[in-house]
């Protein structure tokens, strides 16, 4: 009765699973095209290094949330759960890949990403000069002007003095104002040591990883007993989809059909949906 603890899922399989369904779900996807683009402008390895830490940042946690399901929901359901999470994704991609046009490419979903990135940009070029001319000049024209009224108040009758409730030290602004400085010193800190190109990237491939499907998926194939493995899977899935393309990924892109690699994913997590149904029944 070994054989029917272990199920149909070894340790093997589970690595090769989730690196194919990385591999059939990310060629082509918003976070491949973001960092193909960005890799145009950018150092390839810098935009690797970036992108590959949010997808690994991602994974992990998925990989965590998917791990913690099985302490909650019996190990079969949670396998009939998975099946049935490939199956429905594994339904959607075939519907959407028939009714694609053949000749289809990714192109237009590679123009919204170049818009995306594009207003990213212009939105942090028209940030930086406010940020360096207002806060100088601001707080210099605040300290003249209480100087000049400090003076005023000299020539005047003096005012009562202040409670202590009432005093400057203790007003509720000034707590405020420190974490205000407490943000931005930290924000001059990461500028200096992290690129604005590789903060860009991490933001946007991490967002853009945020709720996909492989995202799920991964929580889904975490959730069974070859944690570790699931996760190393996904992970080498990762890095050769992100070195594929920083490496050529625009001119790929620009060959690749959509409705194909829509099609393959959909028979791929089709084909993981049975494998799930399977190990569900079989693991009784």
């Known amino acids: 009765m070994d054989e029917g603890k ?17 591999l059939f779900s990310e060629v082509g996807d918003k976070t491949f095209l973001i960092a193909a683009l960005m890799a145009m402008k950018n150092d390839r390895l810098l935009v690797f290094s970036a ?13 965590v949330l998917g791990h913690a399901v099985p302490t909650l929901i019996p190990k079969r359901f949670t396998n009939f759960l998975a099946s049935g999470l490939f199956l429905i994704f594994g339904a959607r991609l075939l519907k959407e890949g028939l009714a694609m046009d053949p000749g289809e490419g990714v192109g237009a979903e590679m123009k919204e990403v170049e818009q995306e990135l594009e207003e990213k940009e212009y939105l942090a070029s028209q940030q930086g000069p406010k940020r360096s001319t207002i806060s100088p000049y601001a707080l210099e024209m605040g300290m003249s002007r209480a100087n000049t009224r400090k003076s005023r108040s000299g020539s005047r009758i003096p005012s009562p003095p202040r409670s202590p409730s009432s005093s400057p030290d203790r007003s509720p602004s000034t707590p405020r104002s420190a974490v205000k400085g407490a943000v931005g010193g930290l924000h001059n800190l990461l500028s200096l040591l992290l690129s604005p190109a590789w903060v860009q990237t991490f933001v946007m491939t991490f967002l853009g990883e945020w709720g996909d499907r492989s995202q799920i ?21 990762h890095a050769v989809c992100t070195g594929i393309a920083v490496i050529g990924g625009r001119a790929i892109a620009g060959r690749v059909s959509l409705r194909v690699v829509t099609l393959g994913g959909a028979i791929a997590f089709l084909v993981f949906g049975v494998i799930y149904l399977a190990e569900a029944l079989y693991y009784s």
């Open 6 to 22: 272990d199920g149909l899922i070894q340790p093997l399989h589970s690595f090769l699973l989730s690196l194919t369904m990385i």
């Open 51 to 63: 992108a590959f830490s949010a997808l690994i940042t991602m994974t992990v946690l998925s990989a």
């Open 217 to 237: 998926a991964t929580i889904a194939m975490a959730a069974g007993q070859d944690y570790w493995w699931v996760t190393g899977g996904a992970i080498s899935g």
